[in-house]
């Protein structure tokens, strides 16, 4: 990986504190290659123990993460995880030492239930096009099925209530996963697409009136 992952972990180390336990979100859309960067930070921080907790570990059960529908946006968005477990689960893992950097790696964590808890944060930054290609790859996907929807449509809700790339202590460009590099926040391709649909629906609008 480039040198930009190690300014990551330059810049969180100055960030958190060191004598007590810190949390440190690792966010991004599916696909964006969220667990392994995770693993290359820990294997990267030193000096302390860490903690890893992964997003996907607290799932609803499926009666609730489905009850809008299996192909829903807003059901993936809203109901997929228990989201006061998770934030239970980051401020005591079970068996950290009082020092521990608790890193949690998933989708949705700087929404407005989760971003509090967060001493320093990343969001991975992959274009949807990118996330769609690998996630067919990864687990056997079709082109055309209904799940990328879901998935894209959820984390384009997520993007219009939280702005994530704004959120966060740094934004990185995981395009290219071997070569990770920080971008600023308003040039990353979330903020695009955003201004993208933003200008799209003002278009539809004008062209309906």
Sequence with gaps: MSDDL??????????????????VAVDGIGASGKTRFAS????????RPVVVLHADDFFNPPSVRHAR??????????????LGALAAAAREPPGATRDALVLVEGAFLHRDELVGLWDFSVFLDVPFAEAARRMSER????????RHGRYEGAQRLY???????GRASLVVDNTR????????????????AVAASTAGGAQASSAAT
Excluded: N
């Design 159 to 165: 993007f219009a209530a939280a702005g994530p790339w």
């Design 40 to 47: 290359s930070l820990t294997e990267r921080v030193t000096g």
């Design 139 to 146: 687990d056997g996907l079709a082109p055309d099925d209904p």
């Design 69 to 82: 529908g299996r192909s829903s946006p807003e059901g993936f968005w809203l109901d997929a995880y228990d």
């Design 177 to 192: 996963p071997d070569s990770p590099r920080l971008v600023e926040p308003a040039r990353s391709a979330a903020a695009a």
């Design 6 to 23: 190690d300014a990551v972990v330059e810049r969180l180390t100055r960030a958190i504190p060191q004598d007590t336990s810190a949390r």
